[in-house]
C-alpha cells in the first residue's frame, strides 16, 4: 500500500518478512537514544531476537506494517492484541530524520483499517507524557480519544471505527498532500525533455520547440543519447549531467528504455514525471508488467507520476506546452484532464474554435499514477481554473472521486463526458433491483450525487463549456425565444422541451412594452418573432424588455442574417442587453461565416451557438447545475435500532446463495426493515393452520429461495377461506409462505444492489410484475443523505405514485425515506449482499411495508489497489 504524505511525497507501506530483518535491525539501529527512549519507555538492544517478534505477523494477534523510501525501512507500526479481544495495544517509531512529515498518522490510518477486519475495535496507547508528538497523532488522526494519565505515562484510548470526522480529516490531509505532489507539473521552473531528438517530426523533438514556442516562464533542457543541441538550445546526454535542479522530466523514449531513463531523473532528485511514451498496460501482459516497475520505482522515490502513453501537460499562464499537440493553447480559465490524448486533441481544436481558453490541460493516458481524482484535489484551490472539463473512460476510485467532485462542484463547475457504457452488468442479473442497474446507471446516480455535469456527445461538452465559462446560471428552467424566423422558433421550442426546459407565457407588461416597439405584425407570444425585417436596432429594443421579464429565467435570442442586417451588429446588441443582466443570455447564430467574432472573445457576456439545439441543451445542464447549488447538504440517517451483528451472522452463513426465506427475514428485521407478518409452512395442512392464526384473507406463496414467483405461478391472493388455501398450497407445492393480505396502497420497489467498481446502489420506483416493463426506477450511491432518500421518493414515476395518482391517497413519504435509508445502511455495512429485492414494498397512507424480498449473498471479489488516496 502506498500513502501520499503532507509535503507530497510517497511512501511505500508493506508486511515485514524474513528479508526484510537486516533492514529493520539498521532502522532500529539509527534511532536516536531519545526516540528508542521513547517508544520502548526505556533502552532496548535491538539485534536478530529483538527483530524476530517483526517479521511475519499472524495479523490476529499482532500486525506490522513498514514504510519503506527509497529502498529503506523509515518507519514501523504495530498491533498486539489484549486479553480483551476487542481491544489491540498499537505503537509507532519514525526515522528521527522524517518527523513532521505525517508518516506515523498514515501509519495509523492503515494499521487500524488492517485491525478492524480482524475485529478489534479500539486501540490503546501508552504514551509518555513528554511525547507530545505522539500525543498530538492520536489526536489529529479524527478519532475519538480518551487519556488517563498514571505514573508519568499517558494511557490513549479510541475506538478506531471509521466515523465521518475520521473520513474528513483523511480527506483534508490527502487534499494537502496531492496539491503538494502536483505542484512540479503546473508550476515548474526547470523542465527536461528526455528523447528530444534533433530531427523534426519526432515526439520528442517537436515536444521540445512546442516548450520553446510557447514562451515558457522556465528553463527546459533537451537530452537525448549525443548531447546535441536542439533548436539552438544545448543538449545534454542524460538527466544527471544537467547543472540546474530539476522539477519535472517529461520521457519520450521507447517503452523498453523508460525505466533506466525514470531511474536516473529519479536518483538524481526529481519529484515528477511525465511519460508519453507507449508500450505499458495498454498493450497486454509484458507492457502491464513494465508499467508495474515503473510505478513501483517511482512510488519508493516517493515521486509522482503523469501517464504513460500520454499526449503530456500544458499550462498556458506560464507559457508551458509539455505535449506533441501542433498548436499551443490559448490561455483561459477551463481546466481540462482527458483520458484520451487523440479525443484531447479533438476537445482543445473545438473549443478553440468557440473561443475558449484555458489554464491547464492534462492527458493521464494509462493514469498509473496521477488521475482525474489527482487532478481536482488541484484544481479546487487553483485561482486560474473556473470550470474543469473531464473525458473519462474509467474509474478507479468512484467513491473518493465522489467525495471530491462533490466538494469541487460546490466552488466551480464540473464537466464530464464518460465513454465506454455497457450493460454487460445487467444481462447477468437476477432480481428486479439488479436487471435495472447497470454501469451506465451507477455512473449517472454518481454524477448525479456529485453535481457533475455529464455531455453525451463531444459537441454537447463543448457547448456546455461555452454556457458554464459566460455566468451567470439560470435560477430556473423557464426560457423565453426570441428569433428573426419562425420556423428557427419552433425548433428551438422543441430543443428546450427535451432539455427539460419551459417556455411560458410572458407578462403581460412584457407583451404590451414588446408591442410598443416591434410592427404590429411581430408576435409577441414565446417564442417571440422579430420578423425578418429584424435590425440590430430591434434586437436592442426588445431583449431588455424580455430580460425584465419576472417569469423568465433566461433568454434565447436568434439570428438568421438577412438582407437587412448584419450578424456583427446585431452581435452587438446582444453584448449590450447582456451587459450587467441578471439572467443568461444565449446566443444563436445561423450564418455562413459562423459566429461573430465579439460573441467569441473572453469577456463577452453572451454565450454563442451556432444550433438552437445546442443552445438548448447546454442550457439544460446549466439549470441542473443551479438546481444542484441549491439543494441542501443533508445528512445521512441515524438508526439506533440495528443489529448488525445478528444480521452479519446470517450474511456470513451462507457463501454465494440466495437467502432461505427465515434468513430473508431474520436480516431485515434485524435492520429494522417493515415487513409483512408472514409464516412458513412445510405443505397444505400447515399452510391452512398458519392462514388461522395470521387471519383471514391471507397470501400463499412459493417459499423456494431467490424465486420469482409470478413467473413460476407460486404466489395466489387474496385466499379467504382454508379451502381456497388448501387447494392454492397444493398447486404451489412446498414450502410455503402464508402472509396477511395487505389492501390499497401503492406497489412501488426498492433494493439495493453491489456494482463491482462503484459499491452499493439504492434503487427505489414503480413495484410490481412489470417494475422492468414501467421503468422510471431511479438510483443513487450509498450512503443516503437525508436529501438523497427525499429525491428518491419524489422523483420520476415512483413520485407520481407516492404523491397520490388518479385520486389515491398520498403516501407516507416520511416511512419511505426511512425505509431507503436503512437500505443504503444495510448495503454500506454488509457487502456481501449482492442483490437485494422488495418488490412490492406497499406504500400506504400510513406507513410502508414490505410484501416480498429476495436476497442474494455473494462474497465480494478481493480488489487491490495500492494506491490508498
Known amino acids: 500500500m502506498d500513502v501520499i504524505l503532507r509535503d507530497g511525497s510517497t511512501l511505500r507501506l508493506h508486511v515485514p518478512g524474513p528479508d526484510d530483518e537486516a533492514d529493520l535491525i539498521a532502522f532500529f539501529a539509527g534511532l536516536s537514544p531519545r526516540s528508542i527512549y521513547l517508544r520502548f519507555h526505556g533502552v532496548r538492544r535491538v539485534d536478530t531476537d529483538f527483530i524476530a517478534g517483526y517479521l511475519v505477523p499472524d495479523w490476529d494477534s499482532h500486525g506490522v506494517l513498514v514504510g519503506s523510501l527509497e529502498g529503506r525501512i523509515v518507519a514501523v507500526a504495530e498491533y498486539v492484541r489484549l486479553r480483551d479481544a476487542r481491544s489491540a495495544e498499537v505503537a509507532f517509531a519514525v526515522a528521527d530524520t522524517l518527523h513532521g512529515r505525517g508518516i506515523a498518522t498514515r501509519l495509523l490510518e492503515q494499521l487500524a483499517q488492517r485491525a478492524a477486519e480482524h475485529g478489534i475495535e479500539r486501540f490503546v496507547a501508552e504514551v509518555m507524557h513528554e511525547n507530545t508528538a505522539m500525543l498530538a497523532v492520536f489526536r489529529d488522526a479524527g478519532f475519538e480519544i480518551s487519556r488517563k494519565l498514571e505514573s508519568g505515562e499517558m494511557e490513549v484510548t479510541f475506538p478506531i471505527a471509521p466515523t465521518d470526522v475520521v473520513r474528513s480529516r483523511i480527506d483534508e490531509r490527502d487534499h494537502i498532500a496531492v496539491t503538494a505532489s502536483l505542484r512540479p507539473f503546473f508550476r515548474p521552473a526547470t523542465v527536461a525533455v528526455v528523447g528530444a531528438a534533433t530531427r523534426r517530426g519526432s515526439i520528442g523533438g517537436e515536444l521540445f520547440r512546442n516548450m520553446l514556442t510557447s514562451d515558457f516562464t522556465g528553463s527546459v533542457f533537451p537530452v537525448n543519447r549525443k548531447g546535441d543541441s536542439v533548436a539552438g538550445v544545448r543538449g545534454y546526454r542524460s538527466v544527471s549531467e544537467i547543472p540546474d535542479p530539476l522539477d519535472l522530466v517529461v520521457i519520450c523514449l521507447p517503452g523498453e528504455r523508460v525505466v533506466a531513463a525514470a531511474d536516473e531523473a529519479l536518483r538524481a532528485g526529481v519529484r515528477a514525471l511525465c511519460v508519453i511514451s507507449a508500450g505499458f498496460a495498454e498493450v497486454g501482459g509484458e507492457g502491464r508488467a513494465r508499467q508495474d516497475e515503473l510505478v513501483a520505482l517511482v512510488r519508493s522515490h516517493g515521486a509522482r507520476l503523469v501517464g504513460p502513453n500520454c499526449l503530456g501537460v500544458a499550462v498556458p499562464p506560464i507559457g508551458m506546452n509539455a505535449t506533441f499537440a501542433p498548436r499551443a493553447l490559448p490561455a483561459g480559465r477551463i481546466a481540462v484532464s482527458s483520458q484520451s490524448g487523440a479525443l484531447g486533441l479533438a476537445l482543445l481544436e473545438r473549443a478553440?474554435?468557440?473561443?475558449?481558453?484555458?489554464?491547464?490541460?492534462?492527458s493521464v493516458g494509462n493514469k498509473a499514477d496521477v488521475s482525474s481524482n489527482d487532478l481536482l484535489e488541484w484544481w479546487e484551490d487553483d485561482d486560474a481554473t473556473d470550470l474543469v472539463v473531464l473525458y473519462l473512460e474509467s474509474f478507479g476510485n468512484p467513491r473518493k472521486f465522489g467525495r471530491l467532485a462533490t466538494r469541487v462542484a460546490r466552488k466551480k463547475p464540473i464537466l464530464a463526458l464518460k465513454a465506454g457504457s455497457t450493460s454487460t452488468g445487467a444481462k447477468a442479473a437476477s432480481s428486479h433491483t439488479a436487471a435495472l442497474a447497470g454501469s451506465e446507471t451507477a455512473v449517472d446516480a454518481l454524477f448525479r450525487h456529485a453535481g457533475v455535469l455529464r455531455a453525451r456527445t463531444l459537441e454537447e461538452l463543448v457547448d456546455a463549456a461555452v454556457l458554464l465559462s459566460h455566468p451567470p446560471l439560470p435560477q430556473g428552467r423557464r426560457v423565453a425565444v426570441v428569433t428573426n424566423a419562425g420556423g428557427l422558433g419552433i425548433l428551438c421550442a422543441d430543443a428546450c422541451d427535451a432539455a427539460g426546459l419551459t417556455l411560458p407565457e410572458l407578462a403581460d407588461e412584457t407583451k404590451a412594452a414588446l408591442s410598443s416597439v416591434l410592427p404590429a405584425e411581430?408576435?409577441?407570444?414565446?417564442?417571440v418573432d422579430l420578423l425578418g425585417s429584424a435590425t440590430a436596432e430591434t434586437y436592442a429594443a426588445a431583449l431588455p424588455i424580455i430580460l425584465a421579464d419576472p417569469g423568465v429565467d433566461s433568454v434565447i435570442a436568434q439570428f438568421v442574417p438577412p438582407v437587412v442586417a448584419g450578424a456583427d451588429e446585431v452581435a452587438e446588441a446582444m453584448r449590450a442587453a447582456a451587459q450587467g443582466a441578471p439572467k443568461p443570455l444565449l446566443a444563436v447564430v445561423v450564418s455562413e461565416e459562423g459566429i461573430p467574432q465579439s460573441l467569441r472573445d473572453a469577456d463577452s457576456p453572451v454565450a454563442a451557438f451556432p444550433y438552437p439545439e445546442s443552445a438548448a441543451h447546454a442550457l439544460g445542464l446549466a439549470a441542473v447545475r443551479a438546481e444542484w447549488l441549491r439543494r441542501p447538504v443533508g445528512t445521512a440517517a441515524r438508526f439506533d435500532d440495528l443489529d448488525e451483528p445478528a444480521a452479519r451472522s446470517v450474511v456470513e452463513s451462507v457463501e454465494d446463495a440466495w437467502l432461505e426465506p427465515a434468513a430473508v427475514r431474520a436480516l431485515l428485521s434485524a435492520y429494522g426493515i417493515p415487513l409483512v407478518p408472514e409464516r412458513v409452512a412445510a405443505d397444505a395442512d400447515e399452510a391452512v393452520r398458519c392462514a388461522d392464526a395470521l387471519g383471514y384473507p391471507v397470501v400463499l406463496k412459493t417459499a423456494a429461495p431467490g424465486a420469482h414467483k409470478t413467473e413460476v405461478g407460486g404466489i395466489a391472493l387474496d385466499l379467504s377461506t382454508a379451502g381456497e388455501v388448501r387447494e392454492a398450497a397444493?398447486?404451489?407445492?412446498?414450502?410455503?409462505?402464508?402472509?396477511?393480505?395487505?389492501s390499497g396502497g401503492a406497489e412501488l420497489l426498492a433494493g439495493v444492489v453491489q456494482d463491482p467498481v462503484f459499491g452499493p446502489l439504492v434503487a427505489f420506483g414503480p413495484g410490481g410484475t412489470a417494475a422492468e416493463l414501467i421503468g422510471g426506477t431511479t438510483f443513487a450511491i450509498a450512503p443516503l443523505t437525508e436529501t438523497d432518500a427525499d429525491e428518491l421518493v419524489h422523483s420520476g414515476k415512483a413520485g407520481t405514485l407516492v404523491r397520490g395518482f388518479r385520486g389515491a391517497p398520498a403516501a407516507d413519504d416520511a416511512a419511505l425515506r426511512d425505509l431507503l435509508g436503512r437500505l443504503a445502511r444495510l448495503a454500506e455495512?454488509?457487502?456481501?449482499?449482492?442483490?437485494?429485492?422488495?418488490?412490492?414494498?406497499i406504500a400506504l397512507p400510513t406507513g410502508c411495508v414490505a410484501v416480498d424480498a429476495r436476497v442474494r449473498v455473494r462474497r465480494p471479489q478481493p480488489t487491490h489497489d495500492p494506491k490508498s488516496w
Open 829 to 841: 455495512d454488509l457487502p456481501a449482499v449482492a442483490e437485494l429485492d422488495l418488490n412490492p414494498v
Open 352 to 362: 478553440r474554435e468557440r473561443g475558449l481558453g484555458f489554464s491547464a490541460f492534462v
Open 522 to 527: 411581430s408576435s409577441v407570444s414565446n417564442p
Open 730 to 742: 397444493e398447486r404451489i407445492g412446498g414450502p410455503l409462505l402464508v402472509q396477511a393480505m395487505i
